[in-house]
């Protein structure tokens, strides 16, 4: 059994991580951390998980990590790089699994600029591999900065451009719930406000473009516009594309990339409904081409595909099961 | 025209009554405050409104009362009495509309007790009439104290029993929508946490109860178990009661009560569904009788007959107009 | 007053049209006809309205428009024409605003090939004027085929580069909510389908974008993924531009078009939320543009701007009134 | 392993069994019948199951149920019966679940009149135990009426009153997801009806309760107001108690009747959210006592716990299985 930590799991995407390890049949959940639950039973934080685990949260100071082999960290984005420091000083020589966006860019500057903040570990970020499993394991180390959701449809759904194409212009709209957000109620997830509406927010600035254009050579360009809608849970995204030479290559291409990785579904003509996805840990990508004109679809669930099931995919990875192992009921 | 303003108008209330003004055709919306947006268009906090008003926030300190004929006072529970306090403190000789619970209650000490805190002006609280439009008026004077949302249902759905029952217990379940919370979010709000989810809070202790309980004799009593539901606008509850005599009479108590009230539809041999009431200004009332058990179920919109557009109504009995004046369309 | 019908008016739109027409200064509701609820009371088909309304259905067959001003045909599309066919035939001497999509092609043919049926009047159609009220008034008639709801969205975002642009690609994204396809269930608007899903149809094949591609020029192109969401009233949508040589003049264009008509809202430098629409008779337009790109969003309630209010406007035009009256609280 | 077939498996409750038999470990999913997707892979009605299985629908014409050692019966209510007897007559000698009201009720006369059907096999209903896994397991035979979803919340929430209490009035107001009225389209659960809405049904007749009345002694009396809400998953209810001589001894009576039964989660002193049982195989109960008054509220998944999950505690009962078998991450 591999034993597993999660550091500052009282959040969405701790409870989402879990629920997973809990089934999962070679993992076993030895501790989960939070300030603010400290010594309480994890049901606390988390009321749907009462009878399924017996677990307290333990204080972060208190945490000992000395007998973990893989620690998820949780910790909301520039809290994260912080949260691996601190474990790494204290002596531990485990894997890690980081959630947030403090290990996606090679590009100190670029997460500088972004965040508007300092990087409290620029020492550790080529310590990380970029997290994509479908295109990037098996990695070169322990240490995996897990993907943004937006980021995992938009990569995974574009790939096929930037591996064929030496010029294109992708225009993305994605659409995603409200548990994107996280746990802590914001004005725009607030229930009167958020129910019934759309709403587009950081257009052309979101921080997911840049952290996939790392990837994606400069004759792709890409342009985004992110938006929050009337659901809990799920990603769903459109990319149109124009001009390119012959479009229905497109059709090979998803194919060739993606027919032997199990957790992507690909959907020929027709772009698939974001509840295929939901729950789940798939990637659905679909596409549509007419008169020249090309459009991709995706659809994941943003707490698993785009954050705690592809977690686990990395887990398997680096731990050398099946990259399925405990995701689908088929693989244990 | 009467010449009206809204203090603290930036909320839900706030913009609710600003829409039915804007409406109304004897009402002029002169000045709307709020601390927060002061000197801002209104449509800054309300964009829904945007070119449909050009008034801008006062600020509270600046608000100039000295032209106008009637006040809505939308401050939160335990502000409205301060805000009544000081605009009649500085001179102000018109009347007022409190939408807050701070004079609701004849009785100080309740009102102390469910609030925890102090009340802040005891000695206004005899100058407001209850304002409930259909059971109470005409008023004596000229400051009424706007009903809160719970209690205008269950009262006019347990009026009947009050009036012709000696002894009976009403069970009542009312499920809310998100509006009810306010404009801030709160962790109950939360759409992750809202969507697809009931709750209970406050069982048997919402303050609504002892509101109408003021007026309904002792012999009656009520249990009340207040719910959250996963929408915006609207209330829709069921009020139980077992072991009346003649429970059949049920009909006709409603009917001899509300027959020539326009704003209270009356649904006999069926319960209302929440949404014939939602963006309207009626109280639906249905009941049902069956083995000699009695099962009466209401439904209103929150915003507006549990808040605005009934203070529209007691707006109008004020001003002598008709009260339905300015919320049905055929009466202008 | 004007006098007014509607055919076939026991669904949303007819629903929409009666509640806009009791509110209206200058019309009077005379007659709705309705084959399943002839004779019954209004309030059957439409609860909410209950109270609001005395008027019975009239039976089609029993219909008699010989003293009406006006009449609205709120059939089914391919059953629009028919019922013009009749009345006309009957004698009716008056407007007609049809809101099906019978008379909105001038080029029948492509009526016939996109709805696969014969067009039951084409003898009509050049009658009839394609009623976008901000682009085309005064109309040359007094027979409008009022707009699709999409259409309306996409014809007033795109009219700017049709008047100022040789060439631009216009790759869309629009969502909607399930009111839009009617009041007769469907497994796409069976509830547990809908809720929380996201699901394109009729990917770049949807009647709307040759409805709007009559009055476009050739060299603007555009493609169309629609979309159905988990609301009940609105649309929201994208168009992304690239590629155009001057992209910040879109500012310009916009506003030089727009900025006198009170029902069109332009929210510069961002895209508008689908809730500021939503209930109101307004087309919201905003953009952005970035590194050469230019995105706009719009939003409309498609049950108004989409249909019913937009055919208000209409009846307005006709009727030599201010083209608001009756759907602002300013313009009565 | 034991090996299972799913009659009539199209539906949301064969969806549900699917999903759990794919991950029970001692279970193998050998056939799902339909007719209207016979020879389609399962994924065409269900295509979120895309990837985790590879079955093909088999005709009910063609299923062979030779080598099967339990079936479950997903026919709608009336087709049940039918259904089970067509395998029976076909010297089918397994288990049988079935999902379907049909042989729920011991009184053939009271099904015929709820039903306004003749009984199809009024001659095997004596063969079927009542399914209540806690209450009544082991069962006598191998068939297994499994109970219908208010019907399990009501029934468990109100044992100890039937155990305990000569005589008691339970009012009982409970509120269900739109996946309780099956897959097929219904215009109470059109969208746009449904969304932010609350309606009650079959006010004091719903056929679940009569279900569990023959499982009450005579003194304990209910009625049962049933409510559609705004969600696809869960039902959520009160009960309302009044005029208990010792009403606080409840938490004593819940806590010895359940405290050993791992699938059922009990709240002292609050009613439990929605939401905590909604996805899970827990039937969540709670209770409050105040002045002589109790509420009790239970919630459960009306697909899961009110179908599906307990007809899997069923076939782990029947097959000598620890009965969370396969239901929590714990109990393979």
Not at 26 to 40: D, I, N, P
Not at 153 to 170: E, I, Y
Not at 201 to 213: A, G, R, T, W
Request: glycine share 8%; proline share 6%.
């Amino acid at each position: 059994m591999i034993r597993v930590a999660i550091l500052h799991g009282s959040g969405y995407v701790g409870r989402e991580l879990i629920q997973l390890i809990l089934r999962h049949p070679h993992a076993l959940l030895t501790a989960v951390t939070s300030r603010t639950y400290a010594h309480s039973p994890v049901y606390k934080a988390h009321p749907a998980l009462r009878g399924q685990l017996d677990l307290c949260f333990t204080n972060v100071s208190e945490f000992d990590a000395s007998d973990i082999d893989l620690i998820f960290v949780a910790a909301e984005h520039g809290k994260g790089a912080a949260a691996v420091k601190a474990i790494l000083n204290g002596g531990y020589s485990g894997s890690i699994i980081d959630m947030s966006s403090d290990f996606r860019f090679k590009d100190i500057s670029t997460f500088e600029s972004l965040f508007k903040v300092n990087h409290p570990a620029p020492e550790l970020v080529t310590d990380f591999s970029y997290g994509q499993p479908e295109l990037f394991a098996p990695y070169s180390g322990k240490y995996i900065a897990n993907p943004g959701c937006f980021a995992t449809g938009m990569l995974l759904a574009s790939w096929p451009l930037h591996l064929n194409c030496d010029q294109a212009h992708v225009a993305i709209t994605a659409i995603t719930g409200a548990s994107g957000s996280g746990i802590r109620p914001k004005p725009t997830t607030h229930y009167p406000e958020r129910d019934g509406n759309v709403r587009a927010y950081k257009v052309f600035k979101h921080q997911h473009l840049p952290e996939i254009s790392q990837f994606i050579h400069e004759g792709i360009t890409l342009s985004m516009v992110p938006v929050s809608g009337p659901w809990t849970r799920g990603i769903w995204g459109t990319l149109h594309i124009s001009a390119l030479e012959n479009p229905s290559q497109i059709a090979d291409w998803f194919k060739s990339i993606y027919d032997h990785h199990q957790l992507i579904r690909l959907w020929p003509d027709m772009l698939p409904e974001l509840k295929y996805a939901v729950g789940s840990p798939y990637c659905d990508i679909g596409w549509i081409v007419r008169d020249g004109h090309i459009v991709i679809g995706f659809a994941i669930d943003n707490m698993l595909r785009g954050a705690a099931s592809q977690a686990i995919q990395n887990m398997n990875i680096i731990m050398d099961l099946p990259v399925e192992t405990g995701l689908l009921p088929s693989a244990t």
